[in-house]
């Protein structure tokens, strides 16, 4: 009983938070279910149960630390530099990245395989950590799930009760959509994190050209609440034009990307 107070304790100061949230990227106010400081107890709770919901965790360290270094370089000049990110590629064959609240970050093997370039993969994580900072997952689990997400944090998942008890909340979290808008903001925000972080902004273009491409023969999950990819190319190039016109040379990486992930995957 004594082992369960503090988690009552937590989800009792939660239930006493709710209220709004400034994002740091867009300055507006966003309802939230939880403070900021707690993004990391839902993230670290759930980050299990994704990566095993998404068939694993890659099982090569060259690639995780590969990842991890990217998105590292990415995170440190985001909006929240101080949190501790983490970066993660497993084996789903979809076409998808995700961020969970408090830095967690995956991306699927589908999507490794499509990406040619280290600045292609910076665009992804840069999208994704901009989702992460802005909070829209934590603003989305509190909209579409509400206290539930509590109560469930503090079951353990060493019984068969609470094993399915997080199973179900991770599919409800794996489901959770997002406004075009935010996918927006994430786009702009993560194109100034690439480039900050030293990567040719050619790069997410690229992506999204790739990806729109792929849309057309199957389903891509990563565009199932974009905006229409066309909409992304105009306003991401107006972007490059006005902001990032003279940049010089900036880091592509495509020797770097086939050395580091796309032989590995082969293997």
Sequence with gaps: M??????????????????????????????????????IVIGSKYAPEVEKQLEGKIPDESVQNYLDSVGQRIARISHRPDWEYHFTAVEDKSVNALALPGGYVFITKGMLQKLTTEAQLASILGHEVAHAVARDSAAAISREIGIGILFAAAATQDTPRGAITAANMTRQILGLQYSREDEKEADLAGLDYMVRAG????????????????????????????????NRIIYLTQK?????????????????????????LKK
């Design 199 to 230: 990567y040719d902004p050619a790069g997410m273009i690229e992506t999204i050209q790739m990806l729109q491409d792929e849309q057309k023969v199957r389903h891509i999950e990563f565009f199932s609440t974009h905006p229409n990819p066309r």
């Design 2 to 39: 004594h082992g369960k107070l503090p988690l009552l304790s937590f989800i009792f100061s939660l239930c006493l938070y709710g209220g709004c949230a400034v994002n740091p990227i867009s300055g507006d106010e966003d309802f939230m279910l939880y403070p900021e400081e707690h993004d």
């Design 240 to 264: 490059i034009q006005k902001k990032y016109p003279d940049l010089g040379e900036l880091k592509i990486g495509k020797e770097d990307y086939q050395r580091h992930i796309l032989e590995h």
